[in-house]
């Protein structure tokens, strides 16, 4: 499959609380010992994908998911023709990843990494 969905987000009001709930209820083994406090989701067996829990600083709680892409500029440009919005341009976190969002014509937020 082209672009195949390589991560998806949990983004929550509280980040802690979030991570703790789904580490109790799926056994997820959740790493947020990092500067930004994202839980790093562990991929977990075969046919599953690692993805994160994140502490959202405002606005309304949502899930996402992120595919991988050749290339973030071309797709957002697709994406826009297509009735997309761009919620967050390329960005990148240096050694870690490369990615923007968007919101789809119904209002999804979906995430691309390249």
Do not use: C
Request: glycine share 10%; proline share 6%; aromatic share 10%.
């Amino acid at each position: 499959m082209p672009n195949p969905v390589v991560h998806f987000e949990i983004n929550a009001k509280n980040g802690v609380k979030t991570q703790q709930f789904y580490k109790r209820l799926f056994q997820w083994n959740i790493d947020a010992n990092n500067t930004m406090n994202y839980g790093m989701v562990a991929k977990g067996g075969k046919g599953g994908i690692a993805g994160g829990i994140n502490e959202l600083p405002s606005g309304k709680p949502f899930v996402t998911f992120y595919a991988r892409v050749k290339s973030i500029n071309a797709v957002l440009k697709k994406a826009k023709k297509l009735g997309a919005k761009v919620v967050m341009p390329r960005t990148v976190i240096p050694n870690m990843v490369t990615f923007a969002m968007f919101k789809d014509p119904e209002g999804n937020v979906i995430g691309i990494i390249e």
